[in-house]
């Protein structure tokens, strides 16, 4: 736990002299206890308080950054051992090695992999970075290749190989996986390259003597791996994590190299149970991109914000360009109703004008039963989106199962309205036996 508002003004100056932007010295102590401010506001703060609010600020999983620009990855700092308690905060980094022994192969696979993306659900999934393995081939010309919008991770056992990467590619902070490195080379590329690193040992108490040595040193961005099988990991991830949270002991995201797993199936489960126990990074072979969608989806469910409805704007969306003529749909923004809606409308092929009700993020059944999706809403929604102007009829498709709304709507909207399907499984079909006369 970080220090309270309260607990931090007890060690300002006290003399409200606002230097800090804020109005006396309590407004700062809650700004920083929250977060929304930073200790160096305060000029007059002594550097001792400075660096103990720093030290108590620090979640117990250490937070590891690594690669730069559009491709910087932020893990661990999380806070709960399970999400609902609060939510998870950063997602793990989801890796797909390719190795060096064929250059032309490596630009293939590290092209596709950095072309991949998918939206669902109004969430765009792709791959975080890229990792390059040696064996044998020419590890530094790949480091120089590989794609500048995925994060870089190098694999190999020998420290000069990577040494050569390093200078190959000095600007792109990546997280080095090296079993054969010396405290004095992670010391060396921390400082020299700005790279994260991933220790190795047989017990977790070598890997915090460890991480010991290292932090003395002002190496920061740690991974932590066990020479293991993958259940006594697990065990070690979940251990680590209660230790953090309930004694807030410092530890650090774990890195699963999975690459030695043969089976897909296999791996992808044992992929989706390092994630689910708390991985900081997982490493996968290269395989079709589309096989990652499964574990795609579980990081992005598990590392919802629990406490925020997933939702999407608002407001008016085209399908399949509408004109004049074309019917007009209404449901709420909860994203997944969007989804379902939106995709079943765009499978028909038939134009649409779909608008999207603000409940807040909720589901229809879930807003009509908590009188959010009303005609009053529905009124507002056909106002602001202008629809009226971009349709030469006055006729509102609603799902059957708010169908008791058809007289308020029409009361109050003077817009008819018609009943379309329950589920909107049903969407493309009923669109295509669609009467359009009875938008005339
Ligand atoms: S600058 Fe420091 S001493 Fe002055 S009001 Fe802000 S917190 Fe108080």
Known sequence: MGMTGLQIYKLLPKTNCKKCGYGACLAFAMALSSGKTKAEQCPDMSEQLKLQ?????LTPVREVVFGSGEALIKVGAEKVIYRHEETFYNKPCLAVSIEDSNIDNFTVQSRSIADFKMER???TFSVDAVAIRHSGGDFAAAA???PRNKA???????PEIIGE?????PDRKPLIICRGASCDNIIDWSINYECAVALFASSFEELHSEADKLECKNVKNIFFSLHSTLKERLIA??????SAVYFRQRTYPFVYMLNDIIDEDVRLISACAALMRYAGCIVLPFSEPASLLPLLTLSSNVY?????PAQVEPGIYKINEPDNTSPVFITTNFSLTHFLVSSEIEVSRKPVWLLIADTGGTSLLTAWAADKFN?????KTLRETGIGDKVSHRTLVICSHVASLKKSVEEKTGWKVIIGTGDSSGISSWLKNFNMELLR
């Open 53 to 57: 609010i720093s030290e108590a600020s």
């Open 121 to 123: 659900a109004g969430v």
């Open 144 to 146: 120089r290749l590989s």
């Open 152 to 158: 870089l991770i190098l694999i190999a056992d020998e």
């Open 165 to 169: 990467a390093l200078k190959a590619s």
């Open 237 to 242: 991830s979940s251990a680590s994590r209660r």
């Open 304 to 308: 919802s914000d629990p406490r925020r």
């Open 375 to 379: 005609a009053e809403i529905i009124d």
